[in-house]
Every structure is written in structure tokens, then in C-alpha cells.
């Protein structure tokens, strides 16, 4: 570049930089910024990081080396609308070695506010179902579906449930578990990939990637129509009694 067009750039750029300061009064925000780009010099953006505190806001789906990897490499992505609004990625919890795994819908309010899946009431109520049977949510992994938020805590969307699906996948395939639990009909119908009620759904042996399923209500659910919450202790003393023994009933097909 020779210096009569480096001075014109320098000069386009300072003029723009000062429109900048009054963007907002004089509607110009799209405008200024596509002409700083034009006339800005390329950057060369560092690639991604594989692992430990990426923020690559389209991260791989895996394979990962172990849960804590996979954490750190997609805890910045904004594949989709979600990420944008999210507090905190809500990524999981629980020992890598855990027998079962809890997985709910998405994060509420105080999940998102503490990037930690069931810690709000409906958290509490499940953390007292398990102490009900002599568990501990320690002793548990529990996840979601989703990793973020959606607006007022409404459902996923069928959209946001296929770009964050993968995800779970990938932490379930590191995990192992002995036994998937379901915790609602949302959760249930897209890791089975059916459209099955939650009361045809309940009470039965599923199999999911080869990994034994189990349905039951979300805590939310409970919250809402505590006269549901005996057929839900019901559920987890013959999911405990099914692990203990190592026997299944009434199983169906995957």
C-alpha cells in the first residue's frame, strides 16, 4: 500500500471512529461497522483450542479424552439462538464413573444464574427423592438435554434439542452408565426418538445406544401436581431395586 492510500484509509477510519460515538443517535450501527470492516486491515484470528478454556463458540461434537476436556473445549458455543442469552453454560455433574444418570430437559433460572443443572426447587425436590431412597446426588451424574437456557423457561425448541443433542451423547458415551433415568416427557421422547407419551413411557425398560433407560416424572412436574409424587418414588425404588439386582422388567424394544 502506498502512502497517499494508507492516509486515505487512516482518515476514513478516524472519521468512522467518530460517527461511532453517536451510533445509536444517528442509526448507523449496521452501516459504520460494515464500513470499518471494509476499510479495517485483516486480522488473523488464532485458531481454536482443543482443550482447557476454549471459548470456540462452534466446538466439535467429539470424540473428547474425558469429561473435563470436553467442558473446557465447548463451554463457548453459540451454535445456536440459546447461547447468546445464556449466564453460564450449564455443562453437568457427578462423578465420571457414575451407575446412573439423571438427564432433564434444560436449565431454569438458578441453574443458569449458577451454571449447575437442577439447583433450583425442582433440584432440591430431586435431591429429596434420592435421599428417599438411600442415594446421594453425589453419587449421581445429572445433565439436560440442553446447555442453556431458554426464555422463560420455556420447552426446548426441536431445533435447539438437534444442535445440543450431540453433546449429551458425547458426555453419556464417556460416562458409561449403567442406567439412563429420563426425568420428564421431553427429555424421554428425544433421547428414544418418539413421540410416546409420558404415561406409555413410564414403568418400562428402554435402551438407549445400548445403555438401559428408565422414565419417570421431572421434578417440575411434581412441583406442580404433588399428588404425582407416589407414583415417582414408586419409580426409583424399582430403578434401585432393577441396579441392585441387576434384572430389568418389562423391557422394551430400543
Known amino acids: 500500500?502506498?502512502?497517499?492510500?494508507?492516509?486515505?484509509?487512516?482518515r476514513a477510519i478516524a472519521y468512522l471512529e467518530y460517527l461511532s460515538l453517536y451510533e445509536k443517535?444517528?442509526?448507523?450501527?449496521?452501516?459504520?461497522?460494515?464500513?470499518?470492516?471494509?476499510f479495517a486491515p485483516a486480522e488473523k484470528k488464532p485458531?481454536?483450542?482443543?482443550?482447557?478454556?476454549?471459548?470456540?463458540p462452534y466446538p466439535e461434537y467429539g470424540p473428547y479424552q474425558s469429561l473435563a476436556q470436553m467442558e473446557a473445549a465447548i463451554r463457548g458455543c453459540l451454535k445456536c439462538a440459546l447461547g447468546p442469552g445464556r449466564t453460564n453454560f450449564v455443562f453437568g455433574v457427578g462423578p465420571a464413573d457414575a451407575k446412573v444418570a439423571f438427564i432433564g430437559e434444560g436449565p431454569g433460572a438458578e441453574e443458569d444464574k449458577r451454571g449447575e443443572p437442577f439447583v433450583g426447587r425442582a433440584g432440591m425436590l430431586l435431591n429429596e427423592m434420592l435421599a428417599q431412597i438411600d442415594w446421594r446426588r453425589e453419587d449421581v451424574y445429572i445433565g439436560n438435554m440442553i446447555k442453556c437456557r431458554p426464555p422463560n423457561n420455556r420447552d426446548p425448541q426441536p431445533e435447539e434439542i438437534a444442535m445440543c443433542e450431540p453433546y449429551l451423547h458425547?458426555?453419556?458415551?464417556?460416562?458409561?452408565?449403567?442406567?439412563?433415568?429420563?426425568?420428564?416427557?421431553?427429555?424421554?421422547?428425544?433421547?428414544?426418538?418418539?413421540?410416546?407419551s409420558l404415561k406409555t413411557l413410564r414403568g418400562r425398560v428402554h435402551k438407549f445406544r445400548g445403555i438401559t433407560m428408565w422414565v419417570t416424572y421431572h421434578p417440575a412436574a411434581l412441583l406442580r401436581n404433588p399428588?404425582?409424587?407416589p407414583d415417582a418414588h414408586q419409580d426409583l425404588l424399582t430403578l434401585k431395586r432393577m441396579l441392585t439386582s441387576g434384572m430389568t422388567e418389562g423391557e422394551s424394544q430400543p
Open 47 to 56: 485458531a481454536p483450542k482443543s482443550e482447557g478454556g476454549s471459548l470456540n
Open 170 to 196: 458425547e458426555q453419556l458415551r464417556l460416562l458409561q452408565p449403567q442406567w439412563i433415568v429420563a426425568l420428564g416427557r421431553i427429555s424421554a421422547q428425544a433421547l428414544l426418538g418418539t413421540q410416546a
Open 25 to 38: 443517535e444517528l442509526y448507523l450501527k449496521k452501516s459504520v461497522s460494515a464500513a470499518k470492516a471494509r
Open 1 to 10: 500500500m502506498n502512502p497517499r492510500e494508507e492516509s486515505v484509509r487512516d
Open 227 to 229: 399428588s404425582l409424587l
